[in-house]
């Protein structure tokens, strides 16, 4: 529903609507009714909060109103032109704001595409099915280059979804502005419209809980910028389809939108076939997908060693049932934050596991608590890592980076949370946890325990700290060199993760970035050409 969030200012001409239309049946002259709207207007506005969305609708309604009491007729794009000016020059941060960016598209598409639209659908659906399938499509349309940017493919359900949902936000808005008016006078009735609005918005929320939970809900699509040029150049094409009036042009954009879709389905079905071939048979490292949170796992001749846990047991324990795991080497809990120990039944159920790892870092959570006397409970023997601290997984020799003994150094959790090198002579591996850019300085400090002379030709792979956070130390990156960076992340999470600082110093670094919000769950194998990565995928 990414779109129908984006023309969430359209509420702004609900309540504009309903009052101008209220007015209209008193005595006020024109001027009158037009200045209330207009308050009103800036009421709301304040009401709701400063949004993106709700800046563009607002600026074009407060237009339209001003060029009716001119009276002047202006069209749609034009006022969409003229609020975007005009609220660029006030604040031309709105130019990098994604919710601004959605909202002038979708704003857009419905102006420029939907009378089109609505022409072609009319021949052969009822003209008020046409119209509303029109708007969304278009909206839809207008949108996808960017909303290629916050998910990782097309959704499949979108346009439906948005179709049922759309009549649903009128009620809402009545009957929250009802709401908000009656609680100044009488706050039992404020509680009930506010209780009769909540329905509507559960059904928008079941709405797309239910379509995000059907089969294939997102189609994968070629990545990078080549696979937003081929987004982009599909979205001009359709436009032109639409609305050029040269049979000519038609046929020429209708050729290249056909090209474009073959380009696109073939990237389908190749993600299809490489998530047939997930895992690699011989895999090295494997990044769980357990949403917003951590379960890398590593194997050696055998061994096999997990480092964390996720925060639900369901996604863990699945992803090690996939992989006919049945025996831990060693179980590394590299902190006590819930995204990284909350899924711990889900890895120790039907497992044996020899050796458990915690960290020194003394934690008061309940959290802490509860992990360790599961751990004590379950594990054959159980350790406290510190600097230094070294053994064997199979071909890899491993040693603990940080934190010291009991962890003095740390301030927080995450700065006392466990890091390890893996080292063999065929690929190394370096976990970070959820290690910040301070606990990384101290890392570089001291590199001379664990770096040396470097890696020389045996490629690095690193499990990036904290979801790809901005909380990074590049420097430290810089000089281990990692040819895959691998990033355990949730998908649409609200943190931000990871972020856009993290991404360019990777890529500036030459790594290939893999991230389990958008490519699934991964796996590495090392081959003699080099590493070789294939993903789960998300279809």
């Known amino acids: ?22 007015l209209s049946k008193t005595a006020f002259p024109r001027a009158l009714r037009l200045t209330i709207t207009m308050l009103a207007l800036g009421c709301y506005a304040v009401l709701v909060g400063p949004q993106a969305s709700v800046l563009r609708a607002s600026a074009m309604a407060a237009l339209v109103i001003l060029t009716q009491a001119i009276g002047r007729r202006i069209s749609g794009s034009r006022i969409l032109a003229m609020a975007v000016l005009l609220l660029l020059a006030i604040d031309p941060q709105l130019a990098i704001d994604i919710g601004f960016q959605l909202s002038v598209a979708a704003t857009l598409g419905i102006l420029i595409l939907a009378p089109r639209l609505t022409e072609r659908l009319s021949t ?64 039992p009735l404020a509680s009930a419209l506010s209780w009769v609005a909540s329905l509507f918005t559960f059904l928008i929320a079941a709405v797309a809980h239910f379509f995000a939970g059907l089969p294939a809900a997102t189609l994968n699509q070629v990545g990078g910028e080549f696979g937003l040029a081929l987004t982009t150049a599909a979205t001009v094409a359709v436009a032109v389809w639409l609305t050029s009036r040269r049979h000519k042009r038609r046929i020429i954009a209708l050729a290249a939108l056909g090209a474009i879709c073959a380009l696109e389905l073939g990237s389908c079905s190749h993600s299809i076939i490489e998530s047939g071939n997930w895992p690699l048979k011989d895999w090295s490292v494997i990044s769980c997908d357990v949403g917003q949170g951590d379960a ?37 809990l590299t902190h006590f934050d819930l995204d990284h120990v909350g899924g711990l039944t889900g890895a120790l159920r039907n497992r044996h596991v020899e050796v ?116 990074q130390y590049s420097e430290l990156y810089e000089a281990i060199r990692p040819v895959v960076a691998l990033i355990s992340v949730g998908l649409h999470n609200h943190y931000g993760h990871p972020t856009n600082r993290t991404l360019t110093f990777l890529k500036q670094i030459g790594s290939h970035i893999f991230r389990t919000d958008r490519d699934g769950a991964i796996s590495v194998a090392v081959t003699p050409s080099g590493l070789r990565v294939t993903t789960a995928g998300r279809l």
């Not at 590593?298 to 996939?322: F, Q, T, W």
């Open 356 to 471: 458990g790892m915690i960290t020194g870092y003394h934690d008061p959570r309940p959290a802490a608590a509860i992990t360790y006397r599961e751990l004590r409970l379950a594990v054959h023997h159980l350790v406290t890592a510190e600097t230094n601290l070294t053994g064997t997984l199979g071909g890899f020799s491993w040693q603990v980076l940080s934190p010291h003994r009991d962890a003095p150094e740390a301030e927080d959790s995450n700065d006392g949370s466990v890091t390890v090198l893996f080292r063999s002579q065929y690929v190394n591996v370096l976990t970070l946890a959820d290690l910040g850019e301070r606990g990384q300085m101290r890392l570089a400090a001291e590199s001379s325990n664990w770096l040396g002379q470097g890696f020389g030709s045996v490629p690095m792979i690193v499990k990036v700290s904290h979801h790809g956070s901005a909380d």
């Open 1 to 22: 529903l990414t779109h129908l969030n984006a023309v969430s200012g359209a509420n702004c001409a609900i309540v504009v609507a309903v009052i101008y239309w209220l």
């Open 296 to 332: 890398t796992l590593i194997r050696s001749e055998g061994k096999i060693a997990l480092i964390d846990v996720g925060r639900d047991p369901k996604p863990i324990d699945g992803c090690l049932k996939h992989l006919s795991i049945t025996h831990l080497d060693l179980l590394l």
């Open 124 to 187: 052969r659906l009822p003209r008020w099915l046409s119209l509303s399938l029109a708007v969304t499509a278009a909206a839809q349309i207008a949108c996808t280059p960017l909303l290629l940017q916050l998910q990782p493919g097309f959704s499949t359900y979108s346009v439906l979804a948005n179709l049922i949902c759309e009549p649903l936000v009128a009620p809402v808005t009545i009957l929250g502005m009802m709401a908000c008016l009656c609680s100044v006078f009488f706050v």
